[in-house]
């Protein structure tokens, strides 16, 4: 038994086999179940996937791998299980040739070991469209043996989203560098995160510096913490938000309006990441809202406060608008026309048209009313009639038609035309009858029989007369007639005889050629005068053909009756030209002359002086003519010569100083107060008033002070001048004696007037004796407007001035008068112990240095401009001279540096001397400028220094003065 298997054992052995059949049978069918499953899943991937074993042959490749060979034009079984996939890469060429060498070395690389995994990204594009893969290489999970997985993953969405998002990012950046508002990002507590180059001139820092830090290391802690509170509003209202603020720049410190949105950042789950800020520059766009709300209410005034009538209307015809002006014109308030119908305003008969014509109005073609002035009839509200000139506008404003009418009463202009047509009319038919007077004039004249002079003064007759149109006329001579060529007697008839040594000769008659229905004669005044007229030169024509002397008598007498007509008629002429130019003047300058106001006291004084000033000035003149002479006489003897111009620089000096006197008595020029002996100015002001005043008032002085006063020289004169004046006036119907005294007194213990303080005063007394002044009108002698003078001969003004000038000056006034013997006004200054300060004005000539200096000379006197250029040479300075601004600043653009210094005078055509200042300043800034005027008004002392002008000199100059002033200017004293 030993040696044999039993049953049992083989039956145990085959049921052992039949076990271990239907495990490998289960472990195969398990095998295939998870190899189908494996597959399944490969082939479900988007990837293309291949298997491959240690030699590089391809074990498995799923769908994906297949579609991707189709699509690339591959053949199936080129890369299809079976074929060695490192021996394809090996082989290929073309496009992919450098692709496949990469991968063949990484698969080798990694079934090497050398690498445990190979990817590499490369692009496979179709004619189609572009593509973009990522390669992978991985050691597969069985062990037992060498595989490895092979994959392509198309990466062209990722690829494409990646150079999208570089673009974005590029665009991005691009806008926040170039931005020209300004842009940055904050974190939630106030850190900045970025910021634009725009947002770093605010600061003064570079975004580099500006990052990791707050607003309060840039700004002062008010700023910052306005800037702090809109960053937190944005972020609590979680919206943006707008404010306005102005800011100052850190890097030039120029100023902005800025309006500035904060919005809040969110990442992209939800997260609060800070606030966003942009800014942008509204300084020219509040400032143009400025201006236009500016306009807006100057236009609005105009509107309201223009004489004129201004009326807006819609297309409907209601009135939208209607200032003052039309209120005051049709007597229609603004509530009371303000949507009613236009045609309110206007009569009765013309309101169809005007609608039809509104309706009717083309926007696009307009009509040819639109931009013309009309002139129609107006519509009072109390019913009567008057006459306008009316302008009229449209303009629309989306889908609304609006008309704009200018409105002007023209009644009186039209009562005036008309007038003036009248006259002219009236002119024309006396002309007609002048004319025919003329004709037979000239018939007379004639060598002609008496017969031919009667049937040529027939015909000239009809055409002289004014009324009716058709005359026919008629002369009966004796025992002849002469009639018109058409003639027609009718029962209208004017008619005269003729006188000749005063007997009836012959008859003239004319008849109106009406049907009868006129109930009055139809012949005028001026028409019996002419036919009378006619009838007295034919019948002196009859006498001079009788008599030939005769005959010149006659012919004198109808030349001085027609010379004497003509003047007449030219006189009434010109009398209705001037009465209509007139007219139409006072129309015009009705509000000009309604504005103006009445002239002051002190032109008053000015008119008083004119006659002193004119006897002044031509004394002057005299004595410059007299020593000019002198000098041209003696120029053969240099000293006598010399004594002779000194003598006229003097005068001229004299004339200079009267100039001045005018000049700051008219307040052209600054006023000061310094020590003055008030003797010389009223010795002056009696100077003057000697050559001004009627015979029958004589001045009687006794100056006796010689102490000074703390004063202004030209209000003391003005002092003077205004009593004087006052008292002149009082005297000038009857003459008398005007007083003028001035002396000094102590004024001790309050024993002179009460308020005034002990010490030494000088008294001027002016006294009159004249009409006097009750107590009623004493009492307002110094009211202010207060006058007891005619309409237009005073103002009021002169002693409240007077009382304003000694008030300023701490000393007092007061006035006594009795009616009917004159009055006393006295006046206290207090004496100062000061002494006047300042120089002579002249100088050593000797003591004068010149210089070599390049000076450029504007001034369009050819005299000033040539003999300052040699009195300049003289001293040694280079000088180039021009007439006039604009020839000077073209030579200065050309080379700033060629000149040291600029003489200028003000008043040039052109270019004046303020304008080239400030012209040449501008391209050279240190340029030195002398500015010399005569008088301007548009230039003072502290205008030309605030415009750079170094020195501000008055004409005329002397020379020595001058030239100190060049060198006080160009040495920078």
């Not at 009248?422 to 009858?433: D, N």
Request: charged residues 30%.
């Amino acid at each position: 038994m030993s040696g044999k298997t039993t049953a049992e054992e083989l039956e145990k052995t085959l049921l052992k086999l039949r076990r271990t059949e239907e495990k490998l049978r289960l472990e195969q069918e398990a095998r295939k179940r998870s190899e189908g499953l494996y597959r399944m899943t490969l082939d479900g991937l988007s990837a293309s996937i291949a298997i491959l074993d240690d030699q590089g042959e391809i074990l498995f490749v799923n769908k994906a791998w297949r579609v991707f060979a189709r699509e690339n034009g591959i053949a199936a079984d080129a890369v299809s299980e079976g074929i060695n996939y490192l021996k394809v890469c090996d082989a290929a060429d073309g496009p992919d040739e450098d692709t496949a060498r990469i991968f063949a070395r990484g698969i080798r690389m990694v079934l090497s070991g050398e690498k445990t995994s190979f990817s590499h990204e490369y692009h496979c594009h179709s004619p189609e469209k572009k593509r973009w893969f990522t390669g992978q290489v991985t050691p597969f999970p069985d062990m037992s043996r060498k595989r490895i997985v092979v994959s392509h993953q198309d990466i062209t969405e990722r690829v494409l989203s990646a150079r999208a998002l570089q673009k974005s990012e590029a665009h991005l950046r691009a806008i926040h560098e170039t931005m020209p508002g300004l842009l940055w990002l904050k974190d939630p507590q106030g850190v900045y995160i970025s910021c634009n180059p725009r947002f770093e001139r605010f600061f003064g820092a570079r975004e580099s510096e500006i990052i990791g830090k707050t607003d309060y290391d840039f700004v002062d802690r008010d700023l910052a913490d306005f800037f702090r509170s809109k960053d937190r509003a944005a972020m609590s209202a979680d919206r943006p938000m707008v404010n306005e603020e102005e800011v100052t720049y850190a890097d030039d410190g120029h100023k902005e309006i800025l309006e500035t949105v904060k919005t809040p950042m969110y990442d992209n789950e939800g997260r609060l990441i800070g606030v966003l800020g942009v800014a942008h520059d509204i300084t020219e766009r509040k400032l143009n809202e400025d201006k236009q709300k500016k306009n807006l209410f100057l236009l609005k005034t105009a509107f309201q406060s223009a004489s004129d009538g201004f009326v807006i209307i819609n297309k409907e015809d209601r009135i939208i608008n209607w200032n003052d002006g039309a209120a005051a014109m049709f007597g229609y308030q603004a509530e009371e026309i303000i949507g009613k119908p236009c045609t309110l305003i206007m009569p009765e008969r013309f309101r169809q048209r005007h609608e039809e014509k509104i309706a009717g109005f083309d926007h696009e073609k307009g009509s040819r009313l639109i931009g013309e002035t009309l002139e129609l009839v107006g519509l009072h509200k109390d019913g009567h009639e008057f006459f306008i000139e009316l302008s009229i506008a449209h303009w629309r404003v989306g889908d609304e038609l609006y008309f704009f009418s200018i409105i002007r009463d023209v009644s009186d202009r039209k009562k005036l035309e008309q007038a003036l047509e009248k006259y002219t009319r009236h002119l024309g038919e006396r002309v007609k009858e002048l004319n025919c007077l003329y004709g037979i004039s000239n018939l007379i004249e004639k060598d002609i029989s008496l017969e031919e002079f009667f049937r040529r003064t027939v015909e000239l007759i009809p055409p002289s007369w004014q009324y009716p149109d058709i005359t026919c006329a008629r002369i009966t001579f004796k025992d002849q007639v002469f009639e018109t060529r058409s003639f027609q007697e009718s029962n209208r008839v004017q008619s005269c005889d003729i006188i000749a040594h005063n007997n009836k000769v012959g008859r003239v008659e004319i008849f109106c050629n009406e049907d009868g229905r006129a109930t009055r004669n139809p012949f005028l005044k001026e028409e019996w005068d002419l036919i009378k007229a006619i009838c007295q030169r034919l019948g002196d024509t009859v006498e001079r053909k009788n008599a030939e002397k005769d005959l010149r008598a006659v012919h004198e007498n109808l030349e001085e009756l027609v010379r004497k007509r003509t003047r007449e008629l030219a006189q009434k002429h010109e009398e209705l030209i001037q009465e209509t130019n007139g007219r139409l003047r006072a129309y015009k300058e009705k509000k000009q002359l309604e504005e103006q106001l009445s002239r002051s006291q002190k032109m008053e004084a000015l008119g008083t002086l004119a006659g002193g000033i004119a006897h002044d000035f031509n004394n002057i003149l005299s004595g410059i003519f007299g020593y000019s002479q002198l000098a041209e006489v003696s120029i053969g003897n240099p000293e006598k010569a010399r004594n002779h111009i000194r003598n006229v620089v003097k005068a001229a000096q004299r004339a200079t100083d009267l100039v001045h006197q005018i000049l700051t008595v008219s307040r052209r020029s600054e006023l000061q107060k310094r020590p003055l002996n008030i003797a010389i100015v009223v010795k002056e002001a009696i100077k003057l008033l000697r050559s001004t005043l009627p015979s029958t008032i004589s001045i009687k002085d006794n100056i006796e002070s010689r102490e000074k006063v703390l004063a202004e020289p030209t209000q003391i004169h003005q002092v003077v001048m205004n009593l004087c004046t006052n008292a002149y006036h009082a005297m000038r119907g009857t003459g008398g004696v005007l007083t003028i005294d001035l002396r000094e007194v102590e004024n001790i213990d309050h024993s002179l007037e009460k308020g005034m303080a002990p010490g030494k005063y000088l008294r001027l007394d002016v006294r009159d004796t004249g009409c006097g002044m009750d107590e009623k009108i004493l009492n307002k002698v110094f009211d202010p407007y207060f006058t007891t003078k005619e309409v237009g001969e005073g103002t009021g003004l002169g002693l409240a001035l007077v009382y304003g000038i000694v008030q300023e000056h701490g000393g007092s006034i007061s006035a006594r008068s009795v009616p009917g013997k004159g009055s006393r006004f006295r006046i206290y200054l207090p004496v100062t112990d000061k002494e006047s300060r300042g120089n002579s004005g002249t100088h050593d000539p000797g003591a004068i240095s010149g210089g070599t200096e390049r000076i450029m000379v504007v001034d369009d006197e050819k005299s000033i401009l040539f003999s300052t250029r040699e009195l300049l040479e003289d001293f040694g300075y280079k000088v180039s001279p021009f007439p006039n601004g604009r020839l000077a600043y073209d030579a200065f653009k050309q080379d700033p540096s060629a000149y040291d210094l600029i003489i200028t005078d003000m008043t040039m055509p052109l270019m004046r001397g303020d304008e080239l200042s400030i012209a040449v300043t501008k391209i050279r800034r240190d340029i030195p400028v002398i500015l010399s005027t005569g008088f301007s008004d548009n230039i003072s002392e502290k205008r030309a220094m605030e415009i750079g002008i170094k020195k501000y000199l008055q004409k005329p100059i002397s020379y020595n003065k001058l030239l100190i002033h060049i060198r006080d200017v160009l040495d920078g004293s």
